[in-house]
T-cell receptor, first 110, second 113 residues
Framework: GQSLEQPSEVTAVEGAIVQINCTYQ??????LSWYQQHDGGAPTFLSYNALDGLEETGRFSSFLSRSDSYGYLLLQELQMKDSASYFCAVQRDSNYQLIWGAGTKLIIKP | DAMVIQNPRYQVTQFGKPVTLSCSQTLNHNVMYWYQQKSSQAPKLLFH???????NEADTPDNFQSRRPNTSFCFLDIRSPGLGDAAMYLC????????????FGPGTRLTVL
């Protein structure tokens, strides 16, 4: 079967750094995406990794290790507005569909 | 700005009364998706279109149907809503670009009474 695992909830302090991990087991792999979703809102795209290594976009970075079937999202200088759910999603092949993880709720405390 | 629009944002219907949700896009993307999302869960893909080619997920109930009359518009029809169909319905679009980014509309929250 296809599965993605990520922690259900992570708590961090404003201004700190937090890492959200994602491990996957899929029959194929093309790339790993991360989406952010605020309560009541729609998912918005954050990043995409197709190759091993770190991709940086401002305060957010995403890492992929294909050999370990593992990736993470790193959020730096946390702000209260970063409180949201974060989903990892795998593109299994050149087909454009995504397989979604269950999401990680990030709680940020002042 | 190019975007994905969903109407209505909130829809209330009665048990068994058909309802149609709409989605439009100005991104000119080939692919349009309909997802169902329940509280604290991941979006669940119901079906998607690549141009006019319709692709139904194997576990999508027959109660859910879709139409895509042209590139810009896509509709989700729920023929006989049950209490379990109360959820957020998300429309998304995508191109075949390597990043496979999906662009989501704001969603329609469906309440079934």
């Amino acid at each position: 079967g296809q599965s993605l695992e990520q922690p259900s909830e992570v708590t961090a302090v404003e201004g700190a750094i937090v890492q959200i991990n994602c491990t996957y087991q899929t029959s194929g792999f093309y790339g790993l995406s991360w989406y952010q979703q605020h309560d009541g809102g729609a998912p918005t795209f954050l990043s995409y990794n197709a190759l091993d290594g770190l991709e940086e976009t401002g305060r957010f970075s995403s890492f992929l290790s294909r050999s370990d079937s593992y990736g993470y999202l790193l959020l730096q200088e946390l702000q209260m507005k970063d409180s949201a759910s974060y989903f990892c999603a795998v593109q299994r092949d050149s087909n454009y569909q995504l397989i979604w993880g269950a999401g990680t709720k990030l709680i940020i405390k002042p | 700005d190019a975007m994905v629009i969903q109407n209505p944002r909130y829809q209330v219907t009665q048990f068994g009364k058909p309802v149609t949700l709409s989605c439009s896009q100005t991104l000119n993307h080939n692919v349009m998706y309909w997802y169902q999302q329940k509280s604290s869960q991941a979006p669940k893909l119901l079906f998607h279109y690549y141009d006019k080619d319709f692709n139904n997920e194997a576990d999508t109930p027959d109660n859910f149907q879709s139409r895509r009359p042209n590139t810009s518009f896509c509709f989700l029809d729920i023929r006989s809503p049950g209490l379990g169909d109360a959820a957020m319905y998300l429309c998304a679009t995508g191109s075949l670009a390597p990043t496979d980014t999906q662009y989501f509309g704001p969603g329609t929250r469906l309440t079934v009474l």
